[in-house]
């Protein structure tokens, strides 16, 4: 039999927890029913929890409940919050990880604590140097995945030959049947732009680049990631973090004038009725929920940060994805990217 | 009688011109039809310009054209194109700025050559270190002014300074009514973020911060760039220019996506009837071609750089941007800004 798919999660981080983390989990356990091959491993305060899952009527044989004796707080900056943080519920997770009991931790916590701890436990992989937030982003044709998003806010040419790595093996584990395309994000296309660092990476990348690792396409500009001509994007960890949220506040700035101008006087209002199941379809397509979940890469083990403030659809998006990833077997992926990358 | 305000364009830089140029300059006419208060010093081939004038019927003493030998390509590379670029239409409005003839120079053609030529021609003023490119972004209450967007990919606190006094002061000689607000874009709101380069340049910006000069407001993430509680964004040429192209392609994206919804089916199409006029101001407010132009700034003289694939709408309010930021009298507003930083 196959071993299954195990994941540990911090019941206690971020807004409205524990609630809107059981809520995520029946989600996903009532999405995926059918399924027997993954096991939720819970850590938190074992009575709460309890009686929380109780309520909902959730009992399920999917689900171990580990009780944790603290919290860390989710305004604690890290150095002090490490100090206090064994036998935290989100140190539980990872150290149940460490002992190749979960293949995967979720947290929706302190983002600064869960990635010093998780880099405390996990340890870095000896091939590489420093360790990226990866997270998804939607583009033409289906999704892409782009690091680094702030782990790093500088990088040299290494850090992000390595990211290229890191990100095509993601990829490859979510989507299967999809070849990554790799693009490093520059202020333009053409060959002698940009910082050196970055034309040193070109140079390293292009070199990489093969049908069974990942293509390298070269540059590509701010107003392109989203056109869906590469899926693998790689900046530093200050770009990448300015162009997300960049992107985040300008899809927002749009969809609340676009609703202020449908909703401006009768006449529009009443073309809302005819276009609900259209506007629905386009919200649905754009809901940050579906893109909850920023990959933490580079350890020995795969940790997962939720947004803090998500609710439980967008939790649950999070636990789908710590599925995906451990079912698409990312460290194998990982591993064997690697290898190209160090025989070169 | 007061000095009128006088705008150098060259007639034959970007697509389709000098086409679009004059049919820009014919709206700009129009729009101002009132006013007697400025004058268009036009530079190209002297006959091509004179039919097409006549053409249209938009003979105007407003206008005076310049013949020029030859023209800077779109394509060529700034260092080679600057040898030839002696009497070309681009080089004889800024020499005509240089000999106090011209208040400001405006070009939809070659970007790199246009810099290099200005910076070559006009000279950096003694105070700053760095020009830097600027534009304006809409945000929830109004417009922001962003730099730098692309002129230095690499930049020191000095720069960053620099870029605030200059910006505040484009700031205030376009929107007189409103007091500039100036944040340092970074991944974090809290003083311990970022690269120790911005957190100098964060720290001389408070000092700094005056009520005549302009409101230091700290740090602000991409997400908030167009809250609209900040209204001078600072931030490096390589994060600013990806941070401004991720946000069309984000808006583009969206717009792309939105439309496809409303006509995929009979019911939806049938809701554009009704929403008709909504949608368009929606549209107008997103307009690209209203935030057309990118402004030089730092040199003895302010130079605005047109999009180059831009409409003769686009090319339009580029020639209202230069015709504001004179009237607003820019360069003594940059005098008086870098007076008080200098007496720190």
Known sequence: ?????????????????????????????????????FVINLFGKEEILKQKIEKINMASDLIKIYDSKSIVSDDEKPLTAVKNAKNTSMWNC?????????????????????????????????????????????????????????????CNDQNLVDFAELGSALFKSLFPNEKPKVSLLNVGSEEMKGTETL??????????????????????????IMSGDSNVIITDGFTGNVALKTAEGTAKFITKNLKKSLTENFISRISII??????????????????????????NGPVVKSH?????????????????????????????????????
């Open 1 to 37: 039999m196959k071993k299954k798919i195990s994941i540990a999660i911090d019941a206690m981080g971020g807004d409205n927890s524990p609630n809107k983390i059981i809520e995520g989990i029946k989600f996903f356990l009532d999405e995926n029913k059918s399924k027997n091959d």
């Open 274 to 299: 005819f276009s609900y199941f259209s506007l629905k379809k386009f919200k649905d397509k754009l809901d940050p929920r579906k893109y909850n979940g920023a990959i933490f890469l580079g350890l």
């Open 94 to 154: 990872i150290q149940h990880q460490l002992d190749g009991k979960s293949d995967i931790s979720l947290s929706a916590g302190n983002t600064g604590v869960l990635l010093v701890i998780s880099r405390m436990i996990l340890k870095m992989m000896n091939e590489v140097s420093k360790p990226a937030l990866a997270g998804l982003w939607p583009n033409q044709n289906g999704m892409n995945v782009v690091l680094d998003l702030g782990a790093n806010i500088e």
């Open 308 to 344: 803090g403030g998500i609710d439980s659809i967008g939790f649950y998006h999070s636990i789908d994805l710590c599925y995906k990833i451990i079912k698409g077997d990312l460290m194998s992926e990982i591993k064997k990217n690697l290898r190209h990358s160090k025989s070169v």
């Open 199 to 224: 034309k040193t990476a070109s140079k390293r990348l292009r070199e990489l680049s093969s049908e069974d690792n990942f293509i390298y396409k070269g540059y590509i500009e701010g107003n392109n």
